[in-house]
């Protein structure tokens, strides 16, 4: 009887011990239980703009997909480190993972010694959309073409100017890299506090031209304003007559303002390539095409690899830009 109690209390102890090593190999440090509780996205932006809106829609696509709540949470400030520091310092887990932009990624921590390096403190999972950007002049100008605005740069120095929606915000990194390739041509950049600002004052003719979102100048496109190239590598559905720079033989460090998912460094890749897969999913369904479409936002996604690809190489060309702006 006492043998068959020992025996018991053995089995018991072994069946225990069993279950918790089952446990321990099925914890979210190697992803295979993944997502097992609510996940948080976080936007580097007040709600309401475009990437609050991104963030929502591609939330409840995963909600359904990977069976889990998912939260949006808006932490926006300092240019948007403030969000990035707060899911940089976070547990690399999967549950707390930040929808960005390249402002935030390459351009923030380029300027100012905020606390982070996007190449070194973070995963990539998947860019989800890029929105090209249109030069314009008003419809009144004579100018007609590119090459014609750049020769009136260049026969006459610093009388061009162009807009854009701030001093060393992208638009004017993109723009002025591309005015640094090209000798002897000089336009002075007049900064605005935003897009909408930037559009006015080419269409009461206070600028010579504006470098701006298309989605920003689509509307006024032959109403007041003439685009004269765009940045997406292939034209526009909307914009059938207008060239690329790179049809015009131009290349540029990039081609728009991008958002995409990323996640803290260490972040295990079963998970980054769970989440990646659910994004495409995500961005291939019908009812996130329309939403996509009717906010005017460019569906334009990236796997993880070829976003850190991305992020990489143009980490380094706005670092360089920057520099050169001071």
Same mark, same amino acid.
């Given at each position: 009887?006492?043998? $068959?109690?020992?025996?018991?209390?053995?089995?018991?102890?072994?069946?225990?011990?069993?279950?918790?090593?089952?446990?321990?190999?099925?914890?979210?440090?190697?992803?295979?239980? &993944?997502?097992?509780?609510?996940?948080?996205?976080?936007?580097?932006?007040?709600?309401?703009?475009?990437?609050?809106?991104?963030?929502?829609?591609?939330?409840?696509?995963?909600?359904? @997909?990977?069976?889990?709540?998912?939260?949006?949470?808006?932490?926006?400030?300092?240019?948007?480190?403030?969000?990035?520091?707060?899911?940089?310092?976070?547990?690399?887990?999967? &549950?707390?993972?930040?929808?960005?932009?390249?402002?935030?990624?390459?351009?923030?921590?380029? !300027?100012?010694?905020?606390?982070?390096?996007?190449? @070194?403190?973070?995963?990539?999972?998947?860019?989800? !959309?890029?929105?090209?950007?249109?030069?314009?002049?008003?419809?009144?100008?004579?100018?007609?073409?590119?090459?014609?605005?750049?020769?009136?740069?260049?026969?006459?120095?610093?009388? +061009?100017? &162009?807009?854009?929606?701030?001093?060393?915000?992208?638009?004017?990194?993109?723009?002025?890299?591309?005015?640094?390739? $090209?000798?002897?041509?000089?336009?002075?950049?007049?900064?605005?506090?935003?897009?909408?600002?930037?559009?006015?004052? $080419?269409?009461?003719?206070?600028?010579?031209?504006?470098?701006?979102?298309?989605?920003?100048?689509?509307?006024?496109?032959?109403?007041?304003?003439?685009?004269?190239?765009?940045?997406?590598? @292939?034209?526009?559905?909307?914009?059938?007559?207008?060239?690329?720079?790179?049809?015009?033989?131009?290349?540029?460090?990039?081609?728009?303002?991008?958002?995409?998912?990323?996640?803290?460094?260490?972040?295990?890749?079963?998970?980054?390539?769970?989440?990646? @897969?659910?994004?495409?999913?995500?961005?291939?369904?019908?009812?996130?095409?329309?939403?996509?479409?009717?906010?005017?936002?460019?569906?334009?996604?990236?796997?993880?690899?070829?976003?850190?690809?991305?992020?990489?190489?143009?980490?380094?060309?706005?670092?360089? +830009?920057?520099?050169?702006?001071?």
């Amino acid at each position: 009887m006492r043998f $068959l109690k020992l025996v018991s209390t053995l089995l018991l102890i072994v069946v225990l011990a069993a279950c918790s090593t089952s446990a321990s190999s099925g914890s979210t440090t190697n992803g295979s239980d &993944y997502p097992s509780r609510t996940i948080n996205i976080t936007i580097p932006y007040a709600a309401g703009g475009s990437g609050d809106l991104q963030a929502r829609i591609i939330a409840e696509f995963l909600q359904k @997909e990977l069976k889990q709540t998912v939260n949006v949470i808006s932490k926006p400030g300092g240019a948007g480190s403030i969000g990035m520091n707060a899911v940089k310092s976070s547990k690399a887990d999967g &549950y707390n993972i930040i929808l960005t932009a390249v402002g935030p990624s390459t351009l923030t921590p380029n !300027s100012n010694d905020v606390g982070y390096t996007v190449t @070194e403190d973070f995963e990539q999972i998947a860019q989800i !959309s890029e929105a090209p950007y249109g030069i314009a002049v008003n419809e009144s100008s004579t100018v007609k073409s590119l090459d014609e605005l750049l020769d009136q740069a260049k026969n006459n120095p610093k009388s +061009v100017t &162009y807009g854009t929606t701030g001093a060393g915000l992208h638009q004017h990194v993109v723009t002025s890299a591309f005015l640094a390739t $090209l000798d002897g041509v000089e336009m002075e950049h007049i900064p605005f506090e935003g897009g909408a600002e930037a559009v006015s004052a $080419l269409l009461g003719n206070h600028t010579t031209a504006s470098v701006n979102t298309v989605s920003e100048i689509i509307p006024h496109n032959g109403n007041g304003l003439r685009i004269l190239a765009v940045t997406s590598e @292939e034209r526009l559905e909307d914009l059938p007559e207008v060239p690329t720079f790179g049809e015009l033989g131009f290349e540029l460090i990039g081609n728009g303002a991008w958002f995409g998912f990323m996640a803290p460094k260490g972040t295990p890749e079963e998970i980054i390539t769970t989440l990646d @897969e659910a994004i495409k999913k995500a961005l291939e369904d019908e009812d996130v095409i329309a939403q996509f479409k009717n906010a005017g936002l460019p569906i334009r996604y990236l796997n993880s690899q070829d976003f850190k690809t991305k992020v990489e190489q143009e980490n380094v060309k706005n670092a360089e +830009v920057i520099q050169s702006l001071k």
